[in-house]
T-cell receptor
Framework: EAGVTQSPTHLIKTRGQQATLRCSPI?????VYWYQQALGLGLQFLLW???????NRGNFPPRFSGRQFPNYSSELNVNALELEDSALYLC??????????????FGPGTRLTVL | AQSVTQLGSHVSVSEGALVLLRCNYS??????LFWYVQYPNQGLQLLLK??????LVKGINGFEAEFKKSETSFHLTKPSAHMSDAAEYFC????????????FGKGTRLSVIA
């Protein structure tokens, strides 16, 4: 079974540009979570999508946005890029809620560099 | 609000020595607790988790952790370190509703010396 995939692996942009990152979930998973791993800041929750709806967002400005498609894949958009947006962006997906706890499975990440 | 504190951003042990990575959490509701490992240029892999039941949890690669409610701790241990254990380790917490996002500690980099 294929795991969570993310594309691109690396992305280099300049300040002020827009970046689009993509995540494809494990088959059957309906929830997608985005996390930012910036140097010195650890892993921080960005956005959570479930069944096509945004369920929650972390403490990030509105220029971080995204969406979830009918096939449950997801896109993260970062507008007006700033130098401090340089980070590894991790996507995690999870199965529908059921009995017990459903684990989040992580993708390999997209390394975004803003010059 | 929930938070996680990992004591020590970098831990160094000799091969064959005990590994102890410390994690303390803060949660207003019964937590779910996790340890993840991240190898260079890779995503996160779940080592083990505590949800309910037995407080001593065994995970992959010989790791285990014990949930101590009175100490609000969830320390990760391994009796004998192996070179392949060198990685970054993250402790995380979520509310026991099951779907909420994870709150991570800042991570501990484990180095294993031959």
């Amino acid at each position: 079974e294929a795991g969570v995939t993310q594309s691109p692996t690396h992305l280099i942009k300049t300040r002020g540009q827009q970046a689009t990152l993509r995540c494809s979930p494990i088959s059957g998973h309906t929830s997608v979570y985005w996390y930012q791993q910036a140097l010195g800041l650890g892993l921080q929750f960005l956005l959570w999508y479930d069944e096509g709806e945004e369920r929650n967002r972390g403490n990030f400005p509105p220029r971080f946005s995204g969406r979830q498609f009918p096939n449950y894949s997801s896109e993260l958009n970062v507008n007006a890029l700033e130098l401090e947006d340089s980070a590894l962006y991790l996507c995690a997906t999870r199965d529908r809620p059921g009995l017990g706890y459903n684990e989040q499975f992580f993708g390999p990440g997209t390394r975004l560099t803003v010059l | 609000a929930q938070s996680v504190t990992q004591l020590g951003s970098h831990v160094s042990v000799s091969e064959g020595a005990l590994v102890l990575l410390r994690c303390n959490y803060s949660s207003s509701v019964p937590p779910y607790l996790f340890w993840y490992v991240q190898y260079p240029n890779q995503g996160l892999q779940l080592l083990l988790k505590y949800t309910t039941g037995a407080t001593l949890v065994k995970g992959i690669n010989g790791f285990e952790a014990e949930f101590k409610k009175s100490e609000t701790s969830f320390h990760l241990t391994k009796p004998s370190a192996h070179m392949s254990d060198a990685a970054e380790y993250f402790c995380a917490v979520s509310r026991n509703s099951g779907n909420t996002p994870l709150v991570f500690g800042k991570g501990t980099r484990l180095s294993v010396i031959a």
